[in-house]
């Protein structure tokens, strides 16, 4: 309600009063005349009527939304082979066709012919084994004797397949007898037109304007099958003779060196096929074989401990091989020398393949890779490129040892192949390119930061859990970074040294060999031990597999808030850590113990600052209390040094506040890798309400001095929940500035000059350059505008850095014409590497008609993606949030017509950046409108209803404290 002050007249004012002029005097006499006169009218002739309500019946009801239960059912796995015979040696012949004209109908075929000798544990008469994608023609068994030559044929009365668990199954009409050794002897027919990539697969590619074709494996996990009958188990190892026939314009590569190699005509064809016989690998995984037959040229030296090094590319780039030799053979050579354990082949080769399924794969002896992993060139490719292949390379040569000579068991245990060379990628790197300052500026950012952002939800799973169909098997973030991440909370808690001393003890015991994780707690256990002279139990009351069950085997990590309660006294406390505060786990098949942990929990003060070697007080799946010595009342105290405990820290408010100003006033106090945690912690603590976001905002103000990557880059990866919440609301401009503030001394430090031999500095850069422009910094519009000004006048020709393309078109279509929005549309349909950055750029424009005609144009035009488009612009701003969702609603009925139940997830896809009681009013009205929605649709918008209501929360919580400080930031800017 308005004050009357601010209530305006139609008088003319006097010092004491208001007087109106004859006219308005008579206008307001005649209008009191007619509402009497309508008043007197109503009475008259309006017939009395009862006060009671009209009875209409009953309200009409509001049907909305009907969801369902999702059976939470786990299907049985049956598919291991039985324990009754073991596989020790494998005869593999294979001959692709892969020349279309040469070949005719045998094009795309894999013949084959295989024997697997095996002993035979328990007596039995049925033999089951694992193959794919192939034909069995012939079938045989044998027993063999100790030089494994045949002594008896075996009768085989039946055979049958199994399609689900992929298994030969074949029934013999007597048993075979524990004790002896038999030969099962198979000749198939199988195919390389494997359409994932996967398998024994067919692939082309064009070099120097000719069409070429290749063949190559990836048989991890379960794709050894599709090339050749074998127990395709981990733990079921074996040796390899492997041979391969071509044609002689190719050349073979496998596991490996050749041993001979033979030509001979086939009788039926005249055709002349090279035939390359390979030597006898050692005991490993059948998903370890490996074989590619292409056009290959390599670079190749002899490392220093004498293993035959060399690399495989496409002739026309095998120059760019030659970074990829070097550090490839330092690597392997530093690994041999950190383990005490010699690489056990006499080489190793790596392929540069033009396709290929995965990033990279460490089959032993010959690790294939994508190009962009593998290739560098030090003039014309980027740092960021270098850095991976740094980090690639590094990770498929530990798996040499972490990975082959030692394998999990099964896949349940993957984290220990895929975890370990996780953490040992950093390593790797850190031995042949120090300038990236690895741990320091990469580790939080591309492990651990990577792993909390899938386990901070209800929907992650533990790292060890029960895998059986080939879907299950987790090659994702938790077995990958988090593993990664519980290395480096063992180094937290063990010291490098002892923790490395275990390792060697669990590579040395376990050699050729497969294990699980209690047998890596083992060694470590023992290890520690000898080391310490006491047992960790002696120690901290508890052993490795008590301290990292609490780990591996459920889902999550914990919140541990820090609270002040005396001077010298903190109290620890923790809770599962969860972003959305109305997240449950989704734990039916999985363990839960509890949701508690054993957190080593590192800690240090202002009066003692002892980050080197800090105090550490263990949080037994329960609370703990923190005794600061020295410490005043004034001092801050900060926890997780270094962040090497998976964990996050919040602090109670004075803390919060003191180590802001700290920040501040010295920044370099705190460790790198704790600045970065403070930031990350506050920005998530603040979203999970947690904590008051004004305290993120506050903790961020001494970003405008930092002058290091990990903590920039914590906030470039956190801030986009505040953007979202703001973007829509009128603090929006004052929170722009603040960040523009913020990012301007680095702007003005690093400026556009990319230099492709530096290192971490490319990676400021590229986050200055990115803030700055996404913030509408002056001088980087204006160097952005310009960059695109010069590739529109020159098409063919694209001036700006390749990293910085889609910040550069966004920032240039938001503060151009139309005329630089056509030239992005039209550049979309012939340029391919450039099509998405390009389309995800004309979503930032800001005007709205424009947006709305992008929107349009994409349901009629073919080379655009509706739900894509839509995805841009919603995106992209906040003007083009709301003209997405607009557009969403009013076209809802046809994109149902194009995407049938997938439309809905369009719908929900707004509500994450919802926060207002008009948005939730919108989301319920379309509720109401498609009550008979499918119920998995259902819960999708309860789900929605759900996180914008929670947004709300967070504005209600937030919106004013923020306000308040971004006010005064902004005031303060003003008057410097």
């Known amino acids: 309600m308005a004050s009357s002050k601010d209530v305006e007249y139609g008088g003319k004012s006097s010092g004491k009063g208001y007087?109106?002029?004859?006219?308005?005097?008579?206008?307001?006499?005649?209008?009191?005349?007619?509402?009497?006169?309508?008043?007197?009218?109503?009475?008259?002739?309006?017939?009395?009527?009862?006060?009671?309500?009209?009875?209409d019946g009953e309200d009409e009801e509001i049907k909305m939304p009907t969801p369902t239960e999702i059976p939470d059912e786990k299907e049985d796995f049956e598919g291991r082979t039985p324990d009754t015979l073991v596989p020790y040696h494998y005869t593999v012949w294979l001959q692709p066709y892969i020349d279309e004209v040469l070949d005719g109908e045998k094009f795309m075929d894999l013949d084959g012919v295989t024997s697997v000798y095996v002993t035979c544990e328990k007596a039995t008469n049925e033999i089951k084994i694992h193959h794919k994608f192939m034909t069995i023609n012939t079938y045989e068994v044998y027993e063999i004797d100790d030089n494994g030559n045949d002594v008896e044929q075996i009768e085989v009365t039946?055979?049958?397949?199994?399609?689900?668990?992929?298994?030969f199954i074949i029934t013999t009409g007597s048993t075979l007898e524990a004790g002896k050794d038999y030969r099962l002897y198979f000749e198939h027919v199988g195919t390389v037109n494997q359409t994932d990539n996967r398998g024994f697969y067919y692939a082309t590619y064009e070099e120097d304007s000719q069409n070429k074709s290749y063949v190559a494996t990836q048989f991890q996990a379960v794709r050894a099958r599709r090339a050749f009958p074998c127990f395709d188990e981990p733990a079921l190892k074996a040796t390899f003779d492997t041979t391969l026939v071509f044609r002689p314009h190719r050349i073979a590569l496998s596991n490996t060196e050749i041993i001979l190699n033979e030509t001979y005509v086939d009788s039926h064809t005249g055709d002349t096929w090279n035939v390359s016989i390979f030597n006898t690998t050692v005991v490993m995984s059948t998903y370890l074989n490996a074989y590619t037959i292409g056009d290959w040229a390599c670079v190749q030296d002899t490392t220093r401990n004498g293993v035959k090094f060399r690399v495989w590319s496409q002739p026309s780039l095998v120059h760019t091989a030659e970074y990829g030799l070097d550090i490839g053979m330092e690597q392997l050579s530093s690994f041999e020398e950190l383990w005490g354990i010699p690489y056990p082949l006499g080489k190793m080769d790596m392929v540069a393949l033009p396709v290929f399924g995965p990033g990279a794969m460490e089959n032993w002896g010959l690790i294939l890779y994508r190009e962009v992993y593998l290739l560098y060139d030090p003039g014309n490719h980027t740092p960021s490129r270098k850095k991976g292949v740094g980090i690639v390379v590094a990770h498929e040569l530990i798996h040499q040892w972490f990975g082959n000579w030692i394998t999990c068991g099964w896949w349940s245990d993957l984290w220990l192949n895929e975890g370990f060379a996780t953490y040992f990628e950093f390593y790797g790197l850190d031995m042949v390119e120090k300038g990236y300052d690895a741990?320091?500026?990469?580790?939080?950012?591309?492990?651990?930061?990577?792993?909390?952002?899938?386990?901070?939800?209800?929907?992650?799973?533990?790292?060890?859990?029960?895998?059986?169909?080939?879907?299950?098997?987790?090659?994702?973030?938790?077995t990958y970074e988090k593993g990664g991440s519980m290395v480096m909370l063992m180094e937290g808690f063990l010291g490098q040294d002892l923790m490395?001393?275990?390792?060697?003890?669990?590579?040395?015991?376990?050699?050729?060999?497969?294990?699980?994780?209690?047998d890596l707690w083992a060694a470590l256990d023992e290890t520690y031990e000898d080391e310490m002279g006491q047992s960790l139990e002696s120690s901290i009351g508890y052993n490795m597999k008590e301290v990292m069950d609490t780990w591996t085997l459920q889902m999550g990590f914990p919140v541990v808030t820090l609270t002040r309660s005396a001077t010298n006294l903190v109290s620890a406390d923790q809770e599962h850590y969860l972003l959305d505060p109305n997240d449950e786990p989704q734990d039916t098949h999985y363990i839960n113990l509890g949701y508690v942990w054993h957190v080593p929990l590192t800690y240090t003060h202002e009066g003692e600052q002892n980050v080197n070697n800090p105090q550490t007080v263990w949080l037994h799946k329960t609370s703990a209390e923190i005794e600061l010595e020295g410490a005043t009342n004034l001092h801050w105290y900060v926890a997780n040094i270094n962040q090497t405990a998976f964990i996050r820290v919040n602090y109670d408010m004075d803390n919060w506040r003191k180590l802001a100003k700290q920040l501040q006033a010295d920044y370099k106090v705190l460790p790198t890798r704790n600045r970065a945690h403070l930031i990350d912690d506050a920005l998530h603590l603040g979203q999970s309400h947690h904590l008051d976001h004004v305290i993120a905002m506050e903790t961020i103000e001494y970003l405008h001095i930092e002058d290091e990557h990990m903590p920039w880059q914590a906030f470039v990866r956190a801030q986009y929940y505040t953007k979202y919440m703001l973007w829509r609301q009128s603090t929006y401009g004052m929170f722009e500035k603040?960040?523009?503030?913020?990012?301007?001394?680095?702007?003005i430090d690093l400026g556009w000059d990319f230099d492709y031999y530096e290192d971490v500095d490319y990676y400021r850069r590229l986050d200055t350059l990115r803030t700055a422009c996404d913030y509408n910094?002056?001088?980087?519009?204006?160097?952005?505008?310009?960059?695109?000004?010069?590739?529109?006048?020159?098409?063919?020709?694209?001036?700006?850095?390749?990293?910085?393309?889609?910040?550069?078109?966004?920032?240039?279509?938001?503060?151009?014409?139309?005329?630089?929005?056509?030239?992005?549309?039209?550049?979309?349909?012939?340029?391919?590497?450039?099509?998405?950055?390009?389309?995800?750029?004309m979503a930032c424009s800001r005007e709205s008609w424009t947006l709305q005609r992008y929107m349009e144009e994409s349901m009629v035009d073919e080379g655009l993606v509706t739900m894509a488009t839509i995805g841009f612009v919603r995106d992209a701003s906040g003007l083009g949030f709301s003209l997405a969702w607009d557009f969403t609603l009013q076209n809802f009925d046809s994109l149902k017509e194009t995407y049938l139940n997938a439309a809905y997830d369009i719908v929900w896809s707004f509500a994450s950046k919802m926060n207002t009681e008009k948005d939730l009013k919108q989301l319920n009205d379309f509720g109401a409108k498609y009550y008979d929605m499918p119920g998995t649709a259902a819960n999708g918008f309860y789900k929605a209803v759900e996180t914008v209501e929670t947004n709300i929360q967070w504005a209600d919580r937030n919106k004013n404290d923020i306000r308040t400080f971004l006010e005064a930031i902004v005031h303060n800017l003003n008057t410097v």
Request: contains cysteine; aromatic residues 14%; charged residues 25%.
């Open 158 to 167: 039946d055979h049958e397949i199994d399609k689900k668990y992929e298994m």
């Open 777 to 841: 910094y002056d001088d980087c519009v204006m160097n952005a505008t310009s960059q695109y000004a010069e590739w529109m006048a020159d098409p063919n020709n694209n001036p700006i850095e390749i990293n910085m393309r889609q910040n550069v078109y966004c920032t240039s279509i938001r503060h151009g014409t139309d005329a630089e929005w056509q030239f992005a549309y039209e550049r979309q349909k012939v340029d391919a590497d450039e099509q998405i950055n390009l389309q995800r750029g």
């Open 500 to 518: 490395f001393e275990g390792f060697r003890l669990y590579l040395n015991r376990h050699n050729y060999s497969s294990v699980y994780s209690d």
């Open 439 to 478: 741990w320091n500026q990469f580790f939080l950012k591309d492990a651990t930061y990577r792993a909390m952002s899938t386990d901070q939800q209800g929907s992650s799973h533990p790292i060890v859990y029960d895998v059986g169909f080939e879907e299950e098997i987790a090659f994702d973030s938790i």
């Open 19 to 55: 007087f109106l002029t004859r006219n308005t005097c008579i206008l307001i006499a005649i209008t009191v005349c007619v509402l009497i006169t309508v008043g007197v009218l109503l009475a008259y002739y309006v017939p009395d009527r009862s006060c009671d309500p009209v009875d």
């Open 738 to 747: 603040y960040i523009r503030h913020l990012v301007e001394p680095n702007y």
